[in-house]
């Protein structure tokens, strides 16, 4: 750690002696939003990155986040391209041990959560085609949002323009891949608004992958006065398929790589869901400089999955009917003003959410509805306070505190008869400390120490030992975070950041297997260790021409970890975490209309097991887009093209980390095209 810190302090210092020292607005300023108290990027204490809307859009699939996010260093995405399993996003590490759906991570969306009160999150409900910004604080940032181990995402919708505008786009592509979107916003005095649909069809690269959704999203601002506004968003989904083709072992891999795994073929392995979402958004300018922002959602959820089993070695079937319903209020108040002549921005806030599920499970007949296994109720509600104070304790330096306490309660109430209900109940503390020097105009050093915490989700509390109840030895993971870096905006041409941390975590959540069982179940690693360093640059390096580098090196250990059966795996590297990640983005716009981007991602080898018995192999692989925007009048013509895999490599777009029966890979698609057009007209 001592040599890396070295290392990562002579590249700053070359950084800051080589460039000219001069401002310029050649690339723009980017403000983070994310913190709850809006901030530029270059003054956060911690490390932080953020897309726009043209990143998230332009010529792109927008199958999922990882196709604009993936140029923000420390964030690595697996499962891209298997629907019924959710993409699977890390943060320096944490969020790799979910084969289901996200851990550790908190995501919002016009700040309304799409994290459940039980700290698990789902993506399936967010609509690339109406994003404006996306930010991502990367590290341990509980001390605002509560559980979130690996960082925060947090998406905003775009506002409707000025003048009313209607647009439709097609993208048709491989794989029978087809999707049609229709948007339509604008400004009516003191109402704005904007909605998008959207439908979405992939039969996939792998047998039994096919994927069918549709999706709706909706904004609308009215205000009241320049100081006070209303914010409603109303957001539905309905995804009849999302079918798994499961994982290969080595040899299937060899035979076929488009082979779906013959039990998920044979208990049709798959998902369906339906949700509706609706969230209201309040803020007034309560006097000068004090803010009041009142927040309040309401979540339906009907879920359906097909394990590939009929009913596992602990009883519990294989077929799951889920319906939730969740719901929360929360705000917060700011206030801006001077301590001792110092500018002070406070935020103090509350959070409550309760979340219920109704689970249903049923042996799996070969894709049809057995006999019922379990039938229970599950109640998780979070209480959270928190407090955070950004002081200029300097003209070039502002010192930020928070901290936060959360309470959450889980209860289970077992409709079988037999003996499976349950309660368990955690609280915790998490402070936080950062710093903020601007050495220079162009030069900001940080520092912070901050703690988190990341209670189990319902599914991860799963009785290992029955078919109901909650596993009573599942704790909660704690860490605690220490990070340095420097930032910066060198001349108006270069965009630079670099962070190193060290994160010590207790009773890490690990998966694992029962022989038999069919699916994963979790327990607590003792001690363990994420070393890494993070770097991004972005450069001007032409008249419309941007280049972007960024670079990952991890090293996350077990310290002391005894598995379920007695197995020591003290030192070894926690697996699903490459140890070097490299991405490399090339994107060009010419004053014509025309359009070019091409990406370069390597991903070095990771082990899938806790044993370190089995290693990946490392990758390269690259994608292009191109397209033409031709703006006549009141019309905008727009038709874009796109290969994913240019150089046709062979790879896993998903590692299924400590599988059984050695079933731990999904194959990556070969090369593959899409094309789409876009047509919109401004009133």
Excluded at 273 to 301: C, K, P, W
Excluded at 309 to 329: E, K, P, T, W, Y
Excluded at 620 to 639: A, I, K, T, Y
């Amino acid at each position: 750690m001592t040599s890396l810190i070295s290392r990562a302090s002579v590249l700053a210092a070359c950084c800051i002696s080589s460039a000219p020292l001069i401002a310029s607005d050649v690339l723009e300023e980017v403000v983070v939003t994310a913190t709850r108290i809006p901030t530029e990027l270059a003054d956060l204490p911690f490390a932080a990155g953020s897309v726009g809307k043209d990143q998230v859009q332009r010529a792109r699939q927008q199958l999922g986040l990882d196709e604009s996010l993936v140029a923000i260093p420390g964030i690595f995405f697996q499962n891209r391209y298997n629907f019924a399993q959710d993409l699977r996003i890390a943060i320096r590490g944490f969020g790799a041990r979910a084969n289901f759906g996200i851990r550790g991570i908190r995501i919002f969306a016009d700040d309304i959560p799409l994290t459940l009160p039980d700290g698990q999150s789902s993506v399936d409900a967010i609509d690339l085609g109406s994003v404006q910004q996306i930010d991502v604080i990367r590290g341990p940032f509980s001390a605002v949002y509560g559980s979130a181990s690996g960082g925060v995402i947090n998406i905003r919708t775009e506002d409707g323009p000025e003048f009313p505008f209607l647009s439709a786009r097609l993208n048709f592509g491989s794989y029978d891949y087809s999707q049609g979107q229709v948007k339509a916003g604008g400004q009516a005095g003191k109402f704005n608004w904007l909605a998008n649909a959207s439908a979405t069809k992939l039969d996939g690269y792998r047998d039994h992958a096919e994927h069918k959704s549709r999706l709706f999203n909706s904004k609308f601002r009215y205000d009241f006065s320049e100081e006070t506004r209303l914010t409603v968003v109303f957001n539905a989904v309905d995804s009849p398929r999302a079918n798994d083709p499961g994982g290969l072992n080595a040899r299937e891999v060899a035979e076929d790589r488009r082979q779906a795994a013959p039990r998920n073929l044979l208990y049709n392995a798959g998902e369906s869901l339906d949700q509706q979402s609706l969230g209201l958004a309040f803020r007034t300018q309560v006097r000068d400089g004090q803010e009041l922002m009142i927040r309040n959602y309401y979540v339906h959820r009907d879920f359906s999955n097909r394990l590939p089993f009929d009913i596992n070695s602990n009883g519990q079937g294989g077929s799951v009917n889920l319906g939730r319903r969740f719901a929360g209020i929360g705000g917060n108040y700011g206030w801006t003003g001077t301590v001792a002549g110092r500018r002070n921005q406070l935020i103090l806030g509350l959070d409550y959410d309760a979340q219920r599920d109704h689970r249903k499970r049923y042996a799996n007949n070969q894709g049809t509805l057995g006999e019922l296994t379990t039938n229970q109720d599950e109640d998780v509600t979070t209480t959270g306070l928190y407090i955070q104070d950004v002081l200029d304790v300097a003209d070039t330096a502002s010192l930020t505190l928070g901290g936060r306490w959360d309470n959450v309660d889980y209860e289970v109430t077992d409709r079988t008869g037999s003996d499976g209900s349950g309660s368990r109940d955690f609280n915790e503390f998490s402070p936080m400390a950062g710093i903020n020097w601007a050495v220079r105009e162009v030069v900001n050093l940080y520092g912070n120490i901050s703690r988190s915490f990341d209670p189990p989700a319902t599914t991860e509390l799963a009785n290992p030992d029955g078919p109901t109840g909650f596993n009573q030895d599942l704790e909660p993971q704690t860490a605690t975070n220490y990070e340095i870096g420097v930032k910066g905006l060198l001349n108006g041409k270069l965009r630079y950041e670099l962070a190193l941390f060290h994160i010590k975590v207790r009773d890490e959540i690990v998966p694992f297997e029962l022989e038999g069982s069919g699916q994963s179940f979790f327990q607590n690693a003792g001690r363990s260790s994420h070393d890494g360093l993070e770097t991004a640059i972005t450069l001007d390096l032409a008249e419309g021409l941007t280049g972007t580098a960024t670079y990952t090196w991890s090293d996350f250990t077990f310290d002391e970890f005894e598995g379920i059966g007695g197995e020591v795996y003290d030192g070894n590297r926690i697996p699903g975490i490459p140890q070097h990640l490299f991405n490399l983005d090339l994107n060009w716009v010419h004053t014509s209309g025309f359009y070019a981007a091409w990406d370069l991602l390597y991903v070095g080898k990771f082990y899938a097991d806790n044993a370190n018995t089995v290693e990946t192999d490392d990758y390269l692989v690259s994608n292009l887009r191109s397209g033409f925007r031709w703006e006549s009048g009141q019309w905008v013509f727009e038709p874009f093209i796109g290969i994913n895999n240019l150089f046709d490599k062979e790879y896993m777009a998903n590692v299924r980390l400590n599988a059984s029966f050695g079933r731990y890979y999904e194959p990556a698609p070969e090369r593959n095209f899409y094309a789409g057009l876009l047509l919109r007209y401004g009133f």
